[in-house]
């Protein structure tokens, strides 16, 4: 059968939709998966997502990593699943959705795209990195000229070294730019290479140089590979609410492809 696909990205990050509200698509067939994202011999992608109908709220998104096997939350996926909502007559400006499980609320104002990240109780602090979970796990390292770091051998040896192991970890290394700036490159588990972006992945450097005092400000503005995206919250006790992402998603073309 032939299937219609989209193909977006939010800042560099891109991913293959499909429309699955009426579950025509074998969400089971990882090794389909990892085919449509093969930059040789599929469409190419980061990640996969469906857009999947819900009674409880306006939409159900299921993010699959490039490796074809169900991922963690990715907040540059959710940013371009809420566009393509949008695109197809979901909802209007506001929207509420769940992925892995959880409930997510975004919205869409001069085609800049808003995701309420999930909360963060803790920040672990460590010698020579910082540790957060934002819907992903991620490991940050601030360097002084981020431009110099190899991502993909040094990222490769955190990601499955100790602590993390089998189970592994994004590895995010940040440059301070300015007050409330920061450049960014991330080594992003299941792609297992750079990717120009990291929705999950700036989250979680936006609020470490927060609880590290590398910034006051509680809106920071950080620079990909792949485009600029914001990050605004509040301090809560030892951790983080009101997260929100901001950035672009747009939509790069449609197509089919045999399945």
């Given at each position: 059968m032939?299937?219609?696909?989209?193909?977006?990205?939010?800042?560099?990050?891109?991913?293959?939709?499909?429309?699955?509200?009426?579950?025509i698509f074998p969400v089971d067939d990882f090794e389909l998966i990892k085919r449509i994202c093969d930059r040789k011999f599929g469409v190419g992608a980061d990640g996969f997502m469906t857009l999947e109908q819900s009674t409880e709220v306006d939409f159900e998104m299921k993010y699959y990593n490039a490796d074809?096997?169900?991922?963690?939350?990715?907040?540059?996926?959710?940013?371009?699943?809420?566009?393509?909502?949008?695109?197809?007559?979901?909802?209007?400006?506001?929207?509420?959705?769940?992925?892995?499980g959880e409930l997510y609320e975004a919205s869409i104002k001069n085609d800049l795209v808003s995701l309420k990240m999930m909360n963060v109780p803790s920040v672990?602090?460590?010698?020579?990195?910082?540790?957060?979970?934002?819907?992903?796990?991620?490991?940050?390292?601030?360097?002084?000229?981020?431009?110099?770091?190899?991502?993909?051998?040094?990222?490769?040896?955190?990601?499955?070294?100790a602590p993390y192991y089998e189970t592994g970890t994004n590895v995010n290394f940040v440059e301070q730019?300015?007050?409330?700036?920061?450049?960014?490159?991330?080594?992003?588990?299941?792609v297992e290479n750079e990717t120009l972006s990291?929705?999950?992945?700036?989250?979680a450097v936006a609020l470490a140089a927060y609880h590290l005092?590398?910034?006051?400000?509680?809106?920071?503005?950080?620079?990909?590979?792949?485009?600029?995206?914001?990050?605004?919250?509040?301090?809560?006790?030892?951790?983080f609410k009101n997260i929100v992402l901001t950035g672009p998603a747009t939509l790069v073309f449609e197509g089919q492809i045999e399945i």
């Open positions: 032939n299937l219609d696909f989209f193909k977006y990205q939010g800042a560099g990050n891109d991913f293959v939709i499909v429309d699955n509200r009426e579950g074809g096997r169900p991922g963690s939350m990715c907040g540059n996926g959710g940013r371009c699943l809420v566009a393509f909502a949008k695109k197809r007559g979901v909802f209007k400006e506001k929207t509420t959705f769940i992925a892995i672990e602090n460590k010698a020579n990195y910082v540790f957060i979970d934002t819907g992903s796990p991620h490991h940050i390292e601030f360097t002084e000229n981020v431009n110099d770091v190899d991502v993909l051998e040094l990222g490769r040896k955190i990601r499955y070294g730019t300015g007050v409330d700036t920061f450049k960014v490159r991330t080594y992003e588990r299941g990291c929705g999950t992945g700036v989250t005092n590398k910034t006051r400000s509680e809106e920071v503005k950080i620079e990909t590979r792949g485009g600029s995206l914001k990050i605004s919250f509040e301090p809560e006790g030892t951790g």
